[in-house]
Nanobody
Framework: QVQLVESGGGSVQAGGSLRLSCAPS????????MAWFRQAPGKEREGVAA???????TYLDSVKGRFAIFKDIPENTLYLRMNSLQPEDTAMYYC??????????????????????WGQGTQVTVSS
């Protein structure tokens, strides 16, 4: 079973930036649809950004223009670049990979139930 290893979390002040990384233990999985989710204490997990296997992307409305999801396939790594971070971005961030159903459209890629594999998470804390 593939493992997803996240890194790059940390503590920053409001307005700061971070870049999260996710590396699949098997390189073939970097070519699948992948996504970043987050879960704040007391809240449900929500999809933040996703990249379809065809390269198209979708974002949670509140992060549009601030976050960017992209892959470096030769480096076998999925990234989430986060700029202009705000306290409300504080959460555990999780990487997800491979759709359970190949035909899942881009519009559904921020739904957690469509993914087969999950990482352990990396904490992001933004102070005001």
């Amino acid at each position: 079973q593939v493992q997803l290893v996240e890194s790059g979390g940390g503590s920053v002040q409001a307005g700061g930036s971070l870049r999260l990384s996710c590396a699949p233990s098997e390189s073939s999985y970097i070519r699948t649809s992948m996504a970043w989710f987050r879960q704040a204490p007391g809240k449900e997990r929500e999809g933040v950004a996703a990249i379809h296997y065809d390269g198209s992307t979708t974002y949670l409305d509140s992060v549009k223009g601030r976050f960017a999801i992209f892959k470096d396939i030769p480096e076998n790594t999925l990234y989430l670049r986060m700029n202009s971070l705000q306290p409300e971005d504080t959460a555990m961030y999780y990487c997800a990979a491979e759709l359970k159903w190949y035909t899942t459209p881009l519009s559904d890629l921020l739904k957690q139930h469509v993914y087969r594999y999950w990482g352990q998470g990396t904490q992001v804390t933004v102070s005001s």
